[in-house]
């Protein structure tokens, strides 16, 4: 058994939606060869194992395949860890460092655009598009699907498909947004999923800062 920390990540302004993670604070005790089949078992779109809190060294799983970045993953456990009292400048999944800013309800990392996992990145003409679709357009794989909501103020409608990595549909997915942004050159609002928000913007030297709002929903002891 193994204490898992259940969270939803980028939550609304009334901590509702997000997107869920777990996240094993003592992850090292977890074997390799495990994490994968834990993380298909919990069901999360991903699940983080942290190695070395010390220096924030962590491994992160879907439920198909261990992903060397990921959003909603570095925010979630940047945020955990501050809250246990062990805060990090940054994390350490294998793609690179990652920088860390939380304060006391939300938490941002900073991070290359090109870690993110490869999405096919497809613009529909208005919002209500983006929410009747019910898979990846003209079945594709790995998919990206947004439309301004109003491009004047930078607020972006968004679905994510990630049939590749087991993931059905991801409810809010950091990296994808942090790319779209870099692409975009231009802070952006996403609003994805079924109701969950995504703050992105550019932060310097081919870097984005991409975060938002976290809650904790449960710890308990999880069979690994």
Do not use: K
Request: hydrophobic share 45%; aromatic share 6%.
């Amino acid at each position: 058994m193994a204490e898992l920390h259940v969270l939803r990540v980028f939550v609304n302004e009334e901590g509702e939606w997000g997107n869920p993670l777990g996240v094993f604070l003592e992850g090292a005790e977890v074997p390799e060869a495990r994490r994968t089949p834990v993380a298909a078992e919990l069901g999360f779109s991903e699940t983080v194992f942290v190695e070395d809190p010390a220096c924030g060294r962590i491994s992160i799983h879907t439920p198909a395949v261990e992903l060397h970045f990921a959003g909603h993953p570095t925010v979630g456990t940047a945020w955990l860890l501050a809250r246990e009292g062990l805060p990090v400048e940054a994390l350490q999944p294998p793609a690179g460092r990652v920088g860390v800013r939380v304060d006391a309800n939300d938490a941002f990392v900073t991070a290359r655009p090109q870690w993110s996992p490869p999405f096919e990145y497809v613009q529909l003409g208005a919002p209500a598009q983006v929410g009747r679709l019910d898979g990846p357009p003209n079945g594709a794989g790995n998919t990206y699907a947004w439309a301004w909501i109003d491009e004047a103020a930078g607020t972006i409608r968004a679905r994510s498909f990630a049939p590749e990595a087991g993931i059905e549909e991801d409810e809010a997915t950091g990296s994808a947004a942090l790319a779209l942004c870099a692409r975009l050159s231009r802070p952006i609002v996403v609003h994805q999923g079924r109701g969950s928000v995504i703050h992105a913007g550019p932060a310097g030297d081919e870097l984005v800062e991409v975060g938002g709002r976290v809650s904790l929903d449960e710890v308990r002891e999880q069979a690994v």
